[in-house]
């Protein structure tokens, strides 16, 4: 239902508006056949458009076009994966931008301060062991590990911008207005709220899974060969410094930003599209291919990560939520960065 006083659109049986507390009841749909329900787009939810550009215009439905895919004047009133407002393509853009923000972030942060300490008068090496000797060093990983947190705080901007229906809007050849009041709450879109089990038992399958997914770990690195050192191994063992940033961005950003691409927007989109086992298998490979560089070279790490990724996505379909997905993430790579911090050779994610 749309919230007559803010505009918010919230879940079908929700009776009172989540943003701003007014009561839904009497709210009127004007929805009159099969799928998600559609609402008279409110005038002064769009004041920040020029009168040209307001809805009823024919350039409202024609150039307000959301970043969700569809026009903006089509509001879903239900949180199910069935009815996410924005679609695959939108869903694989987010991931493809995560994938690339996460590369090119670090990697221009560390070059602007190469670049830096040249134009100072700092030596770089010239040859190529040397170089990467250098690129090696304390302070050049620090910096590169810490710009990977600017790069997680971005990638969640966007999905926060998608999951939330932030409005865009063409305005003829004057560029794009934009207002980041979105039209949904983010909690509701994403599918935070987890209901069925009671609490007790949801606390106990989370601490379970993620229990029994450390062992999985231990497990393969017992029976699994590793063929030589991995860049995460190689990453941990450069500082004390190194190893906290690791296990600071794998508790406290890491979760919520890949959860958030991978189980937010990435799965909900899919399994509209192309079903729900489908949808767990690409979901579950996308998250597994991001991460294999990281860890080629060890094939118990490589292993662990392909469980934890289809359990994690296994969660998120049959719970139908997205919150047991971040918590038993975030324990897991909690767990994991004790390790970093008391021994620095533990797989953390």
């Known amino acids: 239902m749309k919230c007559p006083g803010c505009g918010l659109i919230n879940s079908a049986t929700t009776t009172a508006c989540r943003r701003c507390g007014a009561s839904l009841e009497g709210a009127v749909s004007t929805h009159t056949g099969p799928g998600p329900s559609r609402a008279v787009p409110d005038q002064a939810a769009y004041s920040f458009l020029a009168p040209k550009f307001q809805p009823g215009s024919p350039y409202f439905r024609d150039n307000a076009a959301g970043i969700h895919g569809y026009s903006a004047n089509q509001d879903a009133t239900s949180t199910g994966d069935d009815e996410a407002p924005w679609g695959t393509p939108v869903a694989l853009a987010v991931w493809l931008f995560s994938v690339i923000t996460i590369l090119a972030i670090p990697f221009f942060v560390v070059l602007a301060y190469i670049y830096l300490e040249s134009w100072m008068g700092a030596p770089i090496p010239k040859g190529d062991w040397a170089f990467e000797q250098y690129v090696r060093s304390p302070p050049i990983v620090t910096l590169g590990v810490a710009s990977t947190i600017a790069a997680h705080g971005l990638t969640f901007v966007i999905v926060r911008m998608v999951a939330t229906q932030c409005a865009f809007a063409k305005i003829g050849s004057h560029g794009v207005a934009f207002t980041w009041r979105g039209r949904r709450e983010f909690l509701d879109a994403i599918a935070w709220r987890w209901t069925g089990p009671s609490p007790g038992a949801q606390f106990g399958l989370v601490v379970g899974i993620a229990v029994g997914l450390i062992l999985v770990g231990v497990f393969f690195n017992a029976v699994l060969p590793q063929s030589h050192e991995t860049d995460f191994e190689k990453l941990i063992k450069t500082s004390q410094q190194v190893r906290i940033l690791v296990a600071f961005t794998a508790v406290f950003t890491a979760p919520i930003v890949e959860e958030g691409v991978y189980r937010g927007l990435l799965?909900?989109?899919?399994?509209?599209?192309?079903?729900?086992?489908?949808?767990?298998?690409?979901?579950?490979?996308?998250?597994?291919?991001?991460?294999?560089?990281?860890?080629?070279?060890?094939?118990?790490?490589?292993?662990?990560?392909?469980?934890?990724?289809?359990?994690?996505t296994t969660l998120r379909a049959k719970a139908g939520s997205f919150l047991p997905c971040l918590a038993v993430h975030t324990l897991y790579n909690a767990i994991g960065s004790v390790g970093i911090l008391l021994q620095g050779t533990h797989h953390g994610r």
């Open 267 to 312: 799965y909900p989109a899919l399994s509209r599209t192309v079903g729900m086992r489908p949808a767990v298998i690409v979901v579950s490979t996308l998250f597994f291919g991001v991460h294999v560089f990281q860890y080629s070279g060890s094939a118990a790490a490589l292993a662990t990560i392909a469980v934890l990724s289809l359990t994690l």
